[in-house]
């Protein structure tokens, strides 16, 4: 059983569509955290969330905590928003999704 | 500021040998945790280090193992390497421990077993 799932587990959208990733959880954490990683493995932290909502240019993140779910929204998609973009948890340790890859058409 | 730095990028190594990698964390931050990525299991969490002691450890043989220096600098090293060793391991700093601030990832070290 995996503690994080995510969905979808591919994307394909049109430039300037609206994309939203979900993240499910089965843990009591402190903290989740939405990762993205670009071809080639870097990864960034776009965020960390343990209540509420946050925003980031065209990124925005919500959680909710009594339904252990938390969702990544891009608006406005660019290619250069292709990734694959990852959830992951705090709870005892950390646990991550398997990711979501999305490919961002022009 | 310097991001995380991990060395060296990329390795081969033949199965049974050990290997050591190195991680060195953005200036002020004390803690480093390491992870593994593969195709198969996706990204999983190996250890945490902070001010030298390691905090938390998932769910990984002996093999897998650990450090951290007075000046935050992290090392894992694995032993006794085997095919599925092969992977891309990545750490990430932080200020603080526990995944409740938020973590800088170097680029990783890729690591194939032959």
């Known amino acids: 059983k995996n503690e994080v799932e995510q969905s979808p587990q591919n994307l394909t959208a049109q430039e300037g569509e609206f994309i939203t990733i979900n993240c499910s959880y089965s843990?009591?954490?402190?903290?989740l955290h939405w990762l993205q990683q670009h071809p080639g493995g870097g990864i960034v932290s776009l965020f960390m969330?343990?209540?509420g909502k946050k925003k980031h240019g065209r990124l925005i993140a919500t959680i909710n905590i009594q339904e252990k779910h938390s969702s990544l929204h891009i608006t406005a998609s660019h290619p250069r928003d292709s990734a694959v973009y990852i959830c992951?948890?705090?709870?005892?340790?950390?646990?991550f999704g398997t990711g979501t890859s999305l490919t961002v058409i022009p | 500021k310097a991001g995380v730095t991990q060395t060296p990028r990329y390795l081969i190594k033949t199965r049974g040998q050990q290997v050591t990698l190195s991680c060195s964390p953005i200036s002020g931050h004390r803690s480093v945790s390491w992870y593994q990525q593969t195709p198969g299991q996706g990204l999983q969490f190996l250890f945490e280090?902070?001010?030298?002691?390691?905090?938390n450890k998932g769910n990984f043989p002996g093999r897998f193992s650990g450090r951290q220096f007075s000046n935050s600098r992290s090392e894992m090293n694995v032993s006794t390497l085997e095919l599925g060793d092969s992977a891309l391991y990545l750490c990430a700093s932080s200020p603080s421990p526990g995944g409740n601030t938020e973590a800088f990832f170097g680029q990783g070290t890729r690591l194939t077993v032959v």
């Open positions: 843990v009591g954490i402190s903290a």
């Open positions: 992951a948890v705090n709870g005892n340790q950390f646990y």
């Open positions: 280090y902070f001010s030298e002691t390691q905090r």
């Open positions: 969330l343990s209540s």
